[in-house]
T-cell receptor, first 110, second 114 residues
């Protein structure tokens, strides 16, 4: 079973920041948080991952709370092409496979 | 950027027929995964390879599904005989298999069983 909880859907206005929350209250100290997204009819696309520090790359920022029980993926300026299902996954480094939950369906509205 | 290649992109087959999917991972990636994704759900692992060896096939329906990665590079997933409930997207992913390396997915094969 997935170890994360995400809202089933969210809307965001184009050009605004999209903040996608994820709860992982049972996360262990050696488990990483990964984010993927899946655009219709394509395979999941890796976005970002982190252990406890906040991370940023060209696609997004990942904010992990100090107790590591939740995190937020931030798309700073959402575009229509960011409409997708976003998956939050926790996984031990070099551990078991990535277990996907149902994710959050983000709709970016014009 | 290197990609995971999968073929065919779409496959329609009749129930009780055999069907096969092919995956070529990113060069140098030792770990290869096959996932199945039913419409509206997240992907579910079928089998995981480390080089040519199966690491986890606990969720693979072995009475009809088989997977191989003979030379530790590309891989084939087979279903024989196909059933109506096998209609899904079949996704292949690969990773370097080290430390916290992420998975990289192909665009999948959409199977429809009629």
């Amino acid at each position: 079973d997935a170890k994360t909880t995400q809202p089933p859907s969210m809307d965001c206005a184009e050009g605004r920041a999209a903040n996608l929350p994820c709860n992982h209250s049972t996360i262990s100290g050696n488990e990483y948080v990964y984010w993927y997204r899946q655009i219709h009819s394509q395979g999941p696309q890796y976005i970002i991952h982190g252990l406890k520090n906040n991370e940023t790359n060209e696609m997004a920022s990942l904010i992990i709370t100090e107790d590591r029980k939740s995190s937020t993926l931030i798309l700073p300026h959402a575009t229509l092409r960011d409409t997708a299902v976003y998956y939050c996954i926790v996984r031990v480094a070099n551990g078991q496979n990535f277990v996907f939950g149902p994710g959050t369906r983000l709709s970016v509205l014009p | 950027e290197a990609e995971v290649a999968q073929s065919p992109r779409y496959k329609i087959t009749e129930k009780s027929q055999a069907v096969a999917f092919w995956c070529d991972p990113i060069s140098g990636h030792a770990t290869l995964y096959w996932y199945r994704q039913i419409l509206g759900q997240g992907p579910e692992l079928l089998v995981q390879f480390q080089d040519e060896s199966v690491v986890d096939d606990s969720q693979l329906p072995k009475d009809r599904f088989s997977a191989e990665r003979l030379k530790g590079v590309d891989s084939t997933l087979k279903i024989q005989p196909a059933e109506l409930g096998d209609s899904a997207m079949y996704l292949c992913a690969s990773s370097q298999g080290q430390f916290n390396s992420p998975l990289h997915f192909g665009n999948g094969t959409r199977l429809t069983v009629t």
